[in-house]
């Protein structure tokens, strides 16, 4: 032994080990044998207690830090809201002087005159106009500059203030670089004898003569800004050093139990750019009472819930597990006693009792994790698509962006938003838009990779993450989305044509914050939309482009009250005969600056604040009138005039053409109206009722936009109307998309059915214009035909062009007859 121990010393150490761990197994085996199940069970009753006393301590303590970081994410939200509310309060009350200055001629002639005194005396006049049309004190100062920013005159508060203590006096620094090409008011912040916002408006028609500059006090708004808060606000310097105090701001040694929130701004001293800060403080003791007082209530739960569970477990184990045990043992004493004797069954419980225990334990614990994956349902799954919802999407974007910044991988973020959804709900119902949203979201879903994650954020919005894409592969995956789409939805009778708009960004070009991302994608999003070209990458140009559609909102009102529009018609040719039978009134804007404006970037703004019922009586008259003219030339074409859904909500309507009809002694068949489908789906009952009045006057109607998606066909069997208008994305499409032209060719033979004529928009080539004769359209309008036309230039088509009035179609139609094979009619 000894010499093999000698040869393999290996061996003895593993045998002294497993000796060791013997005697250990031992010593615990003594011990348990010498505890009672009671004691068992009472010290497990007790562990699992503290276990899921220790559970519901860690969970609330993680409720907790998630309720302040949640209070800490809204009062950042507030604070930062209220801010730029107050900014733009100050933008625009300056921009209120800015607009009295420019329609004040004393004040110009005296800016381009550079008369000192006289703008000395005007900015005072304008002060005090101010100061009654608003009802507040003044701003601080107004200063008047020449084109190159030189100063010239200023009013102020005091009245005696010298040029040398003006205000923001090097505010304006950056903007002397690049004068006198400013156009637009520049604006900012600047520190001197207090915090005030400075606004630079160039005055002017055609070029700035001047520029005035509104100075106001911002720590007085600041006040009003802390009162609706009811929070106390601070305003530091970077460096931490405090300019200004609202409310009762606490010491910082008793602030370990509040939330201070803080937003930067910019802002100009002694014309150099730095850092403030505006923090708010929101005093959480409170909360944290609150906490620790359910902390308390939960201990003292959790021990009485303990003392009861335990004394219930005792008796439970008495009568299931410790008598069948003692019966068992009784019994096997017997049979020890008398080996003869006859062994009866015994019902032994204690086993079926534990495995029971076991199986409802395992229970326990499978409803408990169920329950976690329901409420992870219920908080990061939208319940109506099943797709994450936005608070999941917002959690995987950022994971995205951290992953995206260690491995320097891109990745696309898209935001979708479905057209006209609005209306579809207000026309077909809640149930039939929550039904589209479940089929658009399964569509979406089976057409992404796995690595990819689609999310409703809301409404009809959708949102599509795309990892490790480039600008060409996010381009294709928009294309996929829109093309799934495209196949109609059904939904009992109702077929519906959805068409939606998408805003790519892509990470890191577009942004490196989630929610910058979400906002740019939101930009590109509705450029797309109005753009009505499916899908849009962003562009910094898009934040310019919705401040001019801004500015064009403000001038509205003052171009139809200057009658700034103009008409243009576009001939309808009959395709049987080769010949003009009517032309259609298409409204244009000659604005003063922009020149001539096409009505997309105009009508839906009339929509939308209504001012469109201002402009249709106008484009009426005007529309009567040259085809009073066309007749008395010998022209017998119709006038087609465009209706919105605003004019047919207007009980007046029919009344309003009823007299221009006769003041322009027109016959109603040489007007014809035409109402989109969305117009008339809008309010079915209303739009009926004004159709069924405008009908009976012998006025012509037609449904324009056809096939786009709202028509139902039990309201359209009904609707009083003599023409469709085939939607031109149809028309256009259907040389290259077989889709395109059966949707076309259904519309006319449904059309034809039902004893409607058919109208094609979108005849832009003579293909298509053949294609259109094949399928036995009526009439058609498009720029293979003719370009909208001026009134003087649409008198020059009718008698001269081929498609007009004077010379026969016959040799228009040879000619196109000659460049291929007879068409079928």
Same mark, same amino acid.
């Given at each position: 032994?000894v010499?093999?121990?000698?040869?393999?010393?290996?061996?003895?150490?593993?045998?002294?080990?497993?000796?060791?761990?013997?005697?250990?197994?031992?010593r615990?085996?003594?011990?348990?044998?010498?505890?009672?199940?009671?004691?068992?069970?009472?010290?497990?009753?007790?562990t699992?207690?503290?276990?899921?006393?220790?559970?519901?301590?860690?969970?609330?303590?993680?409720?907790?830090?998630?309720?302040i970081?949640?209070?800490?994410?809204?009062?950042?939200?507030?604070?930062?809201?209220?801010?730029?509310?107050?900014?733009r309060?100050?933008?625009?009350?300056?921009?209120?002087?800015g607009?009295?200055?420019?329609?004040?001629?004393?004040l110009?002639?005296?800016?381009?005159?550079?008369?000192?005194?006289?703008?000395?005396?005007?900015?005072?006049?304008?002060?005090?106009?101010?100061?009654?049309?608003?009802?507040?004190?003044?701003?601080?100062?107004l200063?008047?500059?020449d084109?190159?920013?030189?100063?010239?005159?200023?009013?102020?508060?005091?009245?005696?203030?010298?040029?040398?203590?003006?205000?923001?006096?090097?505010?304006?620094?950056?903007?002397?670089?690049?004068?006198?090409?400013?156009?637009?008011?520049?604006?900012?912040?600047?520190?001197?004898?207090?915090?005030?916002?400075?606004?630079?408006?160039?005055l002017?028609?055609?070029? *700035? /003569?001047?520029?005035?500059?509104? %100075?106001?006090?911002?720590?007085?708004?600041?006040? $009003? =800004?802390? @009162? !609706? &808060?009811?929070?106390?606000?601070?305003?530091?310097?970077?460096?931490?050093?405090?300019?200004?105090q609202?409310?009762?701001?606490?010491?910082?040694?008793?602030?370990?139990e509040?939330?201070?929130?803080?937003?930067?701004?910019?802002?100009?001293?002694?014309?150099?750019?730095?850092?403030?800060?505006?923090?708010?403080?929101?005093d959480?003791s409170?909360?944290?009472?609150?906490?620790?007082?359910?902390?308390?209530?939960i201990?003292?739960?959790?021990?009485?819930?303990?003392v009861?569970?335990?004394?219930v477990?005792?008796?439970?184990?008495?009568?299931?597990?410790?008598?069948?045990?003692?019966?068992?043992?009784?019994?096997?004493?017997g049979?020890?006693?008398?080996?003869?004797?006859?062994v009866?069954?015994? *019902? /032994?419980?204690?086993?079926?009792? %534990?495995a029971?225990?076991?199986?409802?334990?395992? $229970? =326990?614990? @499978? !409803? &408990?994790?169920?329950?976690?994956?329901?409420?992870?349902?219920?908080?990061?799954t939208?319940?109506?698509?099943?797709?994450?919802?936005?608070?999941?999407?917002?959690?995987?974007?950022?994971?995205?962006?951290h992953?995206?910044?260690?491995?320097?991988?891109?990745f696309?973020?898209?935001i979708?938003?479905?057209?006209?959804?609005?209306?579809?709900?207000?026309?077909?119902?809640?149930?039939?838009?929550?039904?589209?949203?479940?089929?658009v979201?399964?569509?979406?879903?089976?057409?992404l990779?796995?690595?990819?994650?689609?999310?409703?954020?809301?409404?009809?919005?959708?949102?599509?993450?795309?990892?490790?894409?480039?600008?060409?592969?996010a381009?294709?995956?928009?294309r996929?989305?829109?093309?799934?789409?495209?196949?109609?939805?059904?939904?009992?009778?109702?077929?519906?044509d959805?068409s939606?708009?998408?805003?790519?960004?892509?990470?890191?070009?577009?942004?490196?914050?989630?929610?910058?991302?979400?906002?740019?994608?939101?930009?590109?999003?509705?450029?797309?939309?109005?753009?009505?070209?499916?899908?849009?990458?962003?562009?910094?140009?898009?934040?310019?482009?919705?401040?001019?559609?801004?500015?064009?909102?403000?001038?509205?009102?003052?171009?139809?009250?200057?009658?700034?529009?103009?008409?243009?018609?576009?001939?309808?040719?009959?395709?049987?005969?080769?010949?003009?039978?009517?032309?259609?009134?298409?409204v244009?804007?000659?604005?003063?600056?922009?020149?001539?404006?096409?009505?997309?970037?105009?009508?839906?703004l009339?929509?939308?604040?209504?001012?469109?019922?201002?402009?249709t009586?106008?484009?009426?008259?005007?529309?009567m009138?040259?085809?009073?003219?066309?007749?008395?030339?010998?022209?017998?074409?119709?006038?087609?005039?465009?209706?919105?859904v605003?004019?047919l909500q207007?009980?007046?309507?029919?009344?309003?053409?009823?007299?221009?009809?006769?003041?322009?002694?027109?016959?109603?068949?040489?007007?014809?109206?035409?109402?989109?489908?969305?117009?008339?789906?809008?309010?079915?009952?209303?739009?009926?009722d004004?159709?069924?009045?405008?009908?009976?006057?012998?006025?012509?109607?037609?449904?324009?936009?056809?096939?786009?998606?709202?028509?139902?066909l039990?309201?359209?069997?009904?609707?009083?109307?003599?023409?469709?208008?085939?939607?031109?994305t149809?028309v256009?499409?259907?040389?290259?998309?077989?889709?395109?032209?059966?949707?076309?060719?259904?519309?006319?033979?449904?059309?034809?059915?039902?004893?409607?004529?058919?109208?094609?928009?979108?005849?832009?080539?003579?293909?298509?214009?053949?294609?259109?004769?094949?399928?036995?359209?009526?009439?058609?309008?498009?720029?293979?035909?003719?370009?909208?036309?001026?009134?003087?230039?649409?008198?020059?088509?009718?008698?001269?062009?081929?498609?007009?009035?004077?010379?026969?179609?016959?040799?228009?139609?040879?000619?196109?007859?000659?460049?291929?094979?007879?068409?079928?009619?």
């Amino acid at each position: 032994m000894v010499n093999e121990a000698r040869i393999n010393p290996t061996a003895g150490d593993e045998s002294a080990s497993e000796a060791r761990r013997n005697r250990l197994g031992r010593r615990f085996a003594r011990f348990f044998r010498r505890v009672s199940m009671r004691t068992s069970l009472i010290a497990t009753v007790l562990t699992l207690g503290a276990l899921g006393l220790a559970l519901t301590f860690a969970g609330a303590a993680v409720y907790r830090d998630l309720a302040i970081e949640q209070q800490r994410a809204v009062l950042t939200d507030y604070l930062r809201s209220e801010f730029g509310a107050l900014r733009r309060d100050l933008t625009v009350r300056a921009q209120w002087l800015g607009e009295a200055a420019q329609n004040d001629a004393g004040l110009i002639a005296a800016l381009g005159a550079r008369d000192e005194r006289a703008l000395a005396r005007r900015l005072g006049v304008l002060a005090q106009h101010h100061e009654r049309l608003l009802g507040e004190v003044a701003p601080a100062q107004l200063q008047a500059y020449d084109a190159k920013l030189n100063i010239l005159a200023h009013a102020s508060r005091p009245q005696d203030l010298s040029l040398a203590a003006l205000l923001c006096a090097n505010w304006r620094a950056p903007a002397a670089k690049v004068a006198p090409g400013i156009r637009a008011p520049l604006s900012g912040f600047c520190l001197q004898d207090g915090l005030h916002y400075a606004v630079l408006i160039p005055l002017g028609r055609e070029a *700035p /003569v001047g520029y005035l500059q509104v %100075v106001m006090g911002v720590e007085r708004r600041l006040g $009003a =800004m802390q @009162a !609706g &808060m009811a929070l106390p606000l601070e305003l530091r310097m970077v460096s931490g050093r405090v300019l200004h105090q609202l409310g009762k701001w606490p010491a910082p040694d008793t602030t370990d139990e509040a939330i201070v929130v803080e937003h930067a701004f910019s802002a100009h001293e002694r014309g150099r750019a730095m850092a403030l800060k505006i923090a708010a403080l929101k005093d959480m003791s409170d909360v944290h009472a609150g906490f620790a007082q359910a902390r308390y209530f939960i201990l003292f739960v959790a021990v009485l819930l303990t003392v009861a569970f335990m004394f219930v477990a005792l008796v439970a184990l008495q009568k299931t597990a410790i008598e069948p045990l003692r019966a068992l043992a009784e019994r096997l004493r017997g049979v020890r006693r008398d080996v003869q004797a006859p062994v009866h069954p015994v *019902p /032994v419980r204690g086993t079926a009792e %534990v495995a029971e225990l076991v199986v409802e334990f395992n $229970a =326990m614990i @499978a !409803g &408990m994790r169920e329950l976690r994956v329901n409420m992870d349902d219920i908080a990061f799954t939208d319940p109506l698509t099943q797709l994450p919802n936005r608070a999941m999407f917002l959690d995987r974007l950022r994971q995205t962006i951290h992953a995206a910044k260690r491995e320097h991988r891109p990745f696309a973020l898209i935001i979708m938003d479905l057209d006209h959804f609005k209306d579809i709900n207000d026309t077909l119902g809640h149930h039939i838009g929550d039904l589209l949203l479940e089929q658009v979201a399964e569509r979406l879903r089976d057409k992404l990779r796995d690595s990819d994650m689609v999310a409703r954020l809301g409404g009809d919005e959708f949102a599509v993450l795309l990892s490790a894409v480039s600008v060409k592969q996010a381009e294709t995956a928009a294309r996929m989305l829109l093309q799934t789409l495209r196949s109609p939805f059904v939904f009992h009778e109702h077929h519906l044509d959805i068409s939606a708009s998408i805003g790519i960004v892509l990470h890191p070009d577009h942004g490196v914050e989630a929610n910058v991302l979400l906002q740019r994608a939101d930009v590109a999003m509705y450029a797309a939309k109005t753009a009505n070209s499916g899908f849009a990458f962003y562009d910094t140009k898009m934040d310019q482009h919705y401040g001019t559609r801004l500015a064009l909102l403000s001038e509205l009102r003052q171009a139809i009250e200057q009658e700034q529009f103009t008409l243009c018609y576009q001939p309808k040719v009959n395709l049987a005969s080769g010949r003009v039978e009517g032309v259609e009134a298409l409204v244009r804007w000659n604005h003063p600056r922009e020149g001539v404006i096409p009505p997309d970037a105009f009508i839906s703004l009339l929509e939308q604040t209504g001012q469109i019922r201002n402009l249709t009586p106008w484009v009426l008259n005007e529309a009567m009138q040259q085809s009073a003219r066309l007749r008395r030339m010998g022209f017998p074409v119709s006038v087609a005039v465009n209706l919105s859904v605003c004019d047919l909500q207007d009980p007046s309507l029919a009344d309003t053409i009823a007299e221009q009809l006769a003041a322009h002694q027109v016959e109603p068949a040489w007007l014809e109206l035409e109402i989109t489908e969305s117009a008339v789906m809008t309010d079915p009952a209303r739009a009926l009722d004004m159709l069924a009045r405008l009908s009976a006057m012998g006025l012509k109607l037609t449904i324009d936009d056809f096939g786009t998606g709202y028509s139902s066909l039990s309201y359209l069997k009904r609707l009083p109307v003599d023409a469709i208008k085939i939607d031109k994305t149809f028309v256009t499409g259907m040389i290259k998309d077989e889709n395109d032209a059966a949707i076309v060719r259904t519309s006319v033979e449904l059309a034809h059915h039902l004893g409607l004529e058919v109208v094609a928009e979108g005849a832009e080539s003579e293909a298509v214009y053949r294609r259109l004769r094949e399928l036995g359209c009526d009439l058609a309008q498009g720029l293979f035909l003719s370009r909208p036309l001026s009134p003087e230039d649409l008198e020059v088509w009718l008698e001269q062009s081929l498609w007009g009035m004077k010379k026969s179609g016959k040799d228009k139609a040879a000619r196109v007859e000659a460049r291929a094979v007879p068409l079928r009619r």
